[in-house]
Nanobody, 115 residues
Framework: QVRLVESGGDLVQPGGSLRLSCAAS????????MSWYRQSPGEQREWVAT???????TYADDVKGRFTISRLNPRNLLLLELMNLKPEDTAVYYC?????????WGRGTQVTVSS
């Protein structure tokens, strides 16, 4: 059974930083492409970043240079470092993967950027 559990969300001031984590189980993590998405109130869920099994990363334009996706394969952990946060980064952040051709999502972790 695939399970993704996010953590690390918090209230932070503009310009601040956070690190989000996603603990994955039920997957062969080291060969699995993993992604982060986010959803703001009243908006559709949007893609943030992806990392494949080789460690190649891709980012949405509005987070490029501020967010860093990485993975700790021995611990089955997906990470997202968020820096220079802006109020428009406020959202629920979700961990996502496609495994055996099926999409899986975590329940999300809330990031709020406000002074």
């Amino acid at each position: 059974q695939v399970r993704l559990v996010e953590s690390g969300g918090d209230l932070v001031q503009p310009g601040g930083s956070l690190r989000l984590s996603c603990a994955a189980s039920g997957v062969n993590f080291k060969i699995t492409t993993m992604s982060w998405y986010r959803q703001s109130p009243g908006e559709q869920r949007e893609w943030v970043a992806t990392i494949n099994s080789s460690g190649t990363t891709t980012y949405a334009d509005d987070v490029k240079g501020r967010f860093t996706i990485s993975r700790l394969n021995p611990r089955n952990l997906l990470l997202l470092e968020l820096m220079n946060l802006k109020p428009e980064d406020t959202a629920v952040y979700y961990c996502h993967t496609i495994y055996w051709s099926r999409p899986f999502w975590g329940r999300g972790t809330q990031v709020t950027v406000s002074s």
